[in-house]
């Protein structure tokens, strides 16, 4: 194996966030070398497969180039925190579910473990670079316990948020918007900082590599997944009046969206935002401000979740009171299960909150996704009545009452809906949660159509 290379550098924790951001350094730093560890051995051994842990467009091509030659994954994570120069922490860090800030407060422990075993393995100084999302002064937190025994090792800690959506992570990673490197501005923090930089600069502008603070960094990536997931939010709550009203919500997105300080991303109206990050990361802020008694300001960014689950809601009473109030014993269709598309991910999807909702009215579901089968099976494991899975959508669909497309998969777009209208029971019902079907084409078809902001199309 090649031991000239310029630093050796480490990741603990091999999932949707640091696989592909290291596959990413591997891929154009080939004079670094990359080593990603893992406390889950199916996961590394997936990872030295053809079938990565997840699904990601590029990333198995990205994978490949690198693998083995300055790219590797395994469980040694001792062995690897020993070889390091940089570590990358990129452990997940939920939402607790006990104790103290229960339901909204970050849960530290496998971030905190990590910080102890690099302490214990350590036998030379180290940048720990947080790559984990996690509440502002965390580093503070990592920083102390790093030094809290008498080594005298020296560790630099810099905050590195990630700012990649899934399904697009290739992308991201290959073209930032920005990169954002926060340090403590001694001497130290600024050389460790450089060290950072340098790695970036290897493929991004030195102007999109912006620097800051640890703490404005570590708050930055809250605050713009909290932006993010309030213009999903605002959308959405004006789709509710938008089909009260008989307006348009595409018509008003698209006619806000031109005014320049607006901007036309992020104003999809849909059946509510999913992934593991909007809503953890917002409770997240939501319990920082509480814990300093910013009542006001944690109530403003709770609103963000509470219409997001409102919209869930919605989503599931409109298709009761267009079913004429009963769905006991009716087959639907739910086409998507991934909370997006081009990923197979399914954590937080509101497929599963919806799913849940329909089978306490007694629906029969068959669900459908050609990525999240494999999920949709674990998240359901536990729930009552009568589910199938069929990836091919027009099984899916054969002999349903209704479809909902839950998640906006290209290949939802060009399916032939009147062979899918053909095979069902009649009168049939399309929602789309997605809008992302001509609905006066399926209205013509035959379906009753009923679209997220937009007035449905009856045919009684
Ligand atoms: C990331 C971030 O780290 C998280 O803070 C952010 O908010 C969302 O994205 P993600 O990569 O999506 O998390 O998490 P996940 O796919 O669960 O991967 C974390 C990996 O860390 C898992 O493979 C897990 O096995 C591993 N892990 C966890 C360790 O190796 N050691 C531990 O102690 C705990
Ligand atoms: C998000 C952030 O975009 C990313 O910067 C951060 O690092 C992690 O969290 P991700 O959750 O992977 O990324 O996907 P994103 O594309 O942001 O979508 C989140 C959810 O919002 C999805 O359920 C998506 O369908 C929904 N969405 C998005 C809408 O409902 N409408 C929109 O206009 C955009």
């Not at 004079?31 to 990872?47: A, F, L, S």
């Not at 036998?123 to 720990?128: G, M, Y």
């Not at 993010?228 to 605002?234: G, N």
């Amino acid at each position: 194996m090649n031991e000239s290379f310029k630093k050796k550098i480490l990741c603990i924790g091999a999932g949707y966030v640091g696989g592909p951001t290291m596959a990413m350094i591997a891929h154009k730093c080939p004079q670094y070398k990359v080593t990603v560890v893992d406390i889950n051995p199916d996961r590394i051994n997936e990872w030295n497969s053809e079938n990565l842990p997840i699904y990601e467009p590029g990333l198995y091509e990205i994978v490949k180039s690198s693998r083995g030659k300055n790219l590797f994954f395994h469980t040694d994570v001792k062995k690897g925190i020993q070889e390091s120069d940089i570590i990358f922490v990129s452990v997940n860090t939920p939402t607790k579910t006990f104790g103290v800030g229960a339901g909204m407060a970050a849960d530290l422990q496998y971030w905190e473990k990590t910080a102890r075993q690099i302490l214990e393995c350590s036998q030379s100084p180290k940048i720990i670079v947080e790559k984990s999302t996690l509440p502002v002064k965390t580093a503070l937190a990592m920083e102390r316990i790093l030094s809290s025994a008498d080594s005298g090792i020296h560790f630099e800690v810099l905050s590195n948020p990630e700012f990649l959506a899934e399904g697009t992570a290739v992308k991201d990673l290959e073209n930032p918007d920005r990169v954002l490197i926060g340090s403590s501005l001694t001497e130290s923090g600024l050389k460790a900082r450089d060290e950072l930089v340098e790695i970036y600069e290897n493929w991004v502008p030195r102007k999109q590599i912006i620097t800051s603070n640890i703490w404005s960094s570590e708050l930055s990536k809250l605050v713009a997944n909290a932006f993010l997931a309030q213009r999903i939010s605002s959308i959405n709550a004006i789709s509710d009046l938008c089909e009260k009203t008989d307006a348009d919500v595409s018509e008003v997105a698209n006619a806000i969206g031109m005014d320049s300080r607006i901007g036309d991303r992020f104003l999809k109206a849909s059946v509510g935002f999913g992934g593991s990050c909007f809503k953890k990361d917002i409770l997240n802020l939501v319990y920082l401000c509480r814990n300093y008694g910013l009542t006001e300001v944690a109530d403003y960014w709770e609103s963000v979740v509470r219409i997001n689950e409102y919209q869930k809601k919605r989503f599931v009473l409109n298709m009761l009171k267009a079913m004429f109030n009963t769905l006991a014993d009716k087959k639907i269709c739910l086409l998507g299960f991934a909370f997006k598309a081009d990923t197979g991910d399914t954590r937080e999807t509101p497929a599963l909150y919806i799913a849940n909702k329909l089978l306490e009215e007694n629906a029969k579901l068959v669900i459908s996704d050609p990525k999240a089968l494999k999920n949709a099976k674990k998240d359901l494991k536990e729930a009552k009545g009568d589910i199938s899975y069929v990836e091919d959508p027009y099984q899916a669909a054969k002999g349903c009452h209704a479809i909902a497309i839950l998640t906006e998969w290209a290949l939802y777009t060009e399916l032939d809906y009147r062979k899918i209208y053909d095979s069902m029971e009649k009168p049939a019902f399309l929602f789309d949660g997605r809008n992302i079907v001509s609905h006066q084409e399926i209205y013509e078809i035959g379906f009753n159509v009923y679209p997220i902001g937009k007035p449905a199309l009856k045919h009684f």
